[in-house]
């Protein structure tokens, strides 16, 4: 990475549950950084759909009203906040009902470019804070293509399937495989659509977490930014 003093970029990508959102804040924290979860703007978009009673399902009808919601997201790594024409929304986009919606809104063209200029803004916004950790599925590709720093972090199926029971309370043998079918289904969508795929950046560090804990996550990071 190079060793200039300037505004930090950080872009982190992978899939559902590889750990993005805890090491991104974690790692911002740590640096003195803002910190953006692109996937909870995803949402929110989602969440402000199925109120209005948008079919999620039909790619015309989303991209006819996505540029209604009015998005504001708060970057402070200790408690990022989420808000939707003034509510705060952060507990609603992580119902079942948005996750299930999530993938096929965010599929759609509009959605993403709608998005995207927000995404700019705020690292634009950040630099005079010294930089900011982002985190998404297209970070490192679309969002921000000459990020100081670009990590793409995997786990096995498996362990992600049981951190994120873990987090929802049920580590029983059926809410792992529930979770772990709904995690593989939002991979294939998020991977498989034509605009802005999953993909590993060029340039990216791939780090497997499956082995590691949180913090060993983090603080392999913070080494590869060398601040
Ligand atoms: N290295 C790790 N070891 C153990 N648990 C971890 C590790 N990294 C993250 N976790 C846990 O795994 C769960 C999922 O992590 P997190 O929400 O950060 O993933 P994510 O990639 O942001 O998911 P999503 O794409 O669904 O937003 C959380 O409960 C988190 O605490
Ligand atoms: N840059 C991004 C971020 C997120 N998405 C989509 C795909 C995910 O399934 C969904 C929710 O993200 P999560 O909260 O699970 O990180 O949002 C995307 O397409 N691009």
């Known amino acids: 990475m190079s060793s200039t003093r300037g505004p930090l970029v950080i872009a982190v990508d992978g ?7 805890s090491t991104s804040r974690a790692v911002a924290q740590r640096l003195g950084l803002r910190y953006l ?9 989602t969440w402000w759909m199925l ?7 039909d790619a015309d009808a989303v991209a006819a009203r996505c540029a209604e919601p009015e998005l504001v997201s708060g970057t402070d790594p200790g408690a990022p906040t989420i ?12 119902t079942g ?13 509009a959605v993403r470019a709608r998005l995207l200029d927000l995404q700019r803004a705020e690292i634009a916004a950040a630099s005079a804070a010294g930089g900011i950790v ?41 809410a792992v495989a529930a979770v772990r079918a709904s995690l593989l289904a939002r991979d294939e969508i998020d991977s498989g659509r034509a ?27 913070v080494a ?3 601040r």
């Open 15 to 21: 899939p559902s549950g590889s750990g993005k959102s």
């Open 37 to 45: 979860d692109t996937g909870a703007m995803y949402r929110a978009v």
């Open 51 to 57: 109120e209005a009673g948008v079919d999620v399902h």
């Open 83 to 94: 808000h939707v024409d003034g509510h705060d929304v952060g507990a609603a986009i992580r």
């Open 97 to 109: 009902a948005v996750t299930g919606a999530v993938s096929p809104v965010s599929t759609v063209p």
């Open 134 to 174: 982002v985190e998404g599925r297209d970070i490192g590709s679309v969002v921000a293509p000459d990020a100081d720093l670009k990590v793409y972090l995997t786990a096995d199926a498996g362990a992600r399937a049981v951190r994120r029971a873990a987090e929802e309370g049920g580590a029983g043998e059926e």
């Open 195 to 221: 605009t802005a795929p999953l993909t590993m950046p060029d340039g990216a560090v791939h780090l497997d977490t499956t082995p590691y804990t949180l913090e060993e996550v983090v603080d392999r990071l």
């Open 224 to 226: 590869l930014v060398g």
